[in-house]
């Protein structure tokens, strides 16, 4: 069972997800992952498929520059943390303008993300968004 003190480190590190995310910040985004564990995973809700290792997310960050007037936001956080490991289950709503379709669009996703403690510093190992499925995939133009 957790303590208060890793709730708290946790919920920092959501809330840091959620800050970057917002301001399109993919470098602190990307400081968020362990770089150099062979195994990440990050499902993303608009991909077929899980994008598997260090290099694919990073490529996937970078493609954030069609992204603008991000707003992100979450609700009922979970958080548990066992040993050097944690998790955490969010609801977000996200809303941003993407170009080329130089529209709003807004995304209504459940959120889980696995954290693993590497140098006295928690980092996401696994990331998964799923769409709310009155909303499904791709988000909706709003």
């Given at each position: ?9 946790i919920?920092?590190m959501v809330e ?10 993919v ?8 770089q150099?564990d ?5 499902i993303?809700e608009e991909?077929?498929k899980?994008?598997m290792g260090?290099?694919?997310?990073s ?5 954030f ?5 991000a707003?992100?936001?979450?609700s009922?956080l979970?958080v ?13 709503l ?6 080329p379709?130089?529209?709003r ?7 889980t993300?696995v954290f693993?403690k590497?140098a006295?510093q928690?980092?996401?190992i696994?990331?998964h968004?799923s769409?709310n ?5 791709g988000?909706?133009?709003?």
């Open positions: 069972m957790a303590t208060e003190k890793q709730k708290q480190e919920n920092a840091k997800w959620r800050a970057a995310t917002s301001a399109i910040d470098r602190t985004l990307k400081g968020l992952w362990d150099k062979p195994s990440l995973v990050y993303a991909n077929d899980a994008l260090w290099p694919a997310i490529n996937y960050y970078d493609s520059s069609s992204m603008a007037n707003d992100w936001k979450y009922d979970v548990d943390v066992a040993g050097d490991v944690a998790y955490a289950f969010c609801y977000s996200g809303q941003a303008d993407i170009e379709e130089k529209r669009f807004e995304y209504d996703m459940r959120i993300f693993r590497a006295g928690w980092k996401i696994h990331f968004e769409p499925p009155r909303v499904g995939p988000g909706r133009a709003i």
